[in-house]
């Protein structure tokens, strides 16, 4: 994001002078944590990748919900179900579970 940056002051994790030509930016000059950063990094993409597909797949299985009930005459979305849905991610993480909530909710059912 643009809008996240580095202690540094530097949006890359490079120092006053730039990065080191093919260093990743970690944010610190220390091999041992730079090493490990990039270790824990991979984990992070690992999981991205893993949110990115079950979004997806969950937006599909929603939207199918949601075609199924209106051809069958129902309603275009059921709000004690996305009440119930905004509870569960609240109770777990807080206020951006419900933000969160909120936008799965929409990549399934579209804006209201």
């Known amino acids: ?11 890359n994790g490079a120092g006053p002078a730039g990065p080191e ?5 970690t944010g610190t000059a220390e091999p041992d944590a730079a090493s490990r950063i990039a270790e824990i990094r991979v984990r992070i993409d690992e999981i991205d990748r893993a949110l ?7 937006a599909t299985l929603s939207q199918e919900v949601g075609a199924t009930r209106m051809a069958s005459g ?8 996305e009440q119930e849905i905004l509870e569960r991610f609240r109770s777990a993480l807080g206020a951006d579970g419900t ?5 799965l909710l929409r990549a399934g059912r579209g804006p209201l």
Not at 21 to 25: I, L, Q, R, S
Request: charged share 20%; no cysteine; net charge negative.
């Open 99 to 103: 933000q969160l909530a909120l936008l």
């Open 52 to 58: 990115i597909e079950l979004w997806q797949e969950r």
């Open 74 to 81: 129902g309603t275009r979305l059921v709000l004690s179900r």
């Open 1 to 11: 994001m643009a809008d996240v940056m580095e202690q540094n002051g530097s949006a």
């Open 21 to 25: 030509v093919g260093a990743p930016a």
